[in-house]
């Protein structure tokens, strides 16, 4: 039996302790906002936030994250202001996704570091920011990143 909460719910799911987080959220919570991409932790197109740190849910298995407060793209909005975040604005304003389907897993990735270091250095966005966007929008993301900083390019 698996215990967490899932976006302020409490969850307990009768599945396999080595069941990868992300198959519990989208298979077992319906939770389709976070991605299936690699199956490697390479891409991090299925990054949700544990205890307030992005994680890559491809490679967590369910045992690794009893009692743990799970954040997923649905909930980021529940667990702030109840409309689009900050993060999601500025996605918004500064065009940054083209296909879209890396971009819940970059959206919760950005929200866990500026949640952790609001003013992070380009040095520290590169070495937080590892997921992998096939269209190349990475001049826009960081973009939008600085916009909320403050900072410029």
């Given amino acids: 039996m698996a215990r967490f ?5 409490a969850q307990e799911l009768d599945i396999e302790a080595d069941m990868p987080l992300l198959w519990a ?6 939770l ?5 991409g690699c199956g490697i932790a390479a891409c991090g197109a299925c990054t949700v936030m544990v205890n307030g740190t992005a994680v890559r849910s491809c490679v967590t ?9 799970i ?3 649905e909930g980021l909005a529940v667990n702030t202001t109840g409309g689009l975040t900050p993060v999601q604005q500025a996605w918004i304003e500064h065009q940054v996704p083209q296909c879209g389907y890396c971009q819940s897993g970059m959206i919760m990735a950005v929200s866990a570091l500026l949640a952790a ?3 992070p250095s380009d040095a520290e966005i590169d070495g937080a920011i590892t997921n992998v966007c096939r269209c190349g929008t990475y001049p826009r993301i ?3 990143i600085r916009s909320l900083t403050g900072a410029t390019a």
């Fill in 142 to 144: 960081r973009s939008a």
């Fill in 71 to 73: 954040t997923t793209i």
């Fill in 32 to 36: 389709t906002g976070t991605k299936f």
């Fill in 5 to 9: 909460r899932v976006n302020d719910t």
């Fill in 25 to 30: 959220l989208r298979d077992e919570l319906g």
């Fill in 117 to 119: 270091n609001p003013a």
């Fill in 61 to 69: 298995p369910v045992s690794a994250i009893e009692g743990a407060e």
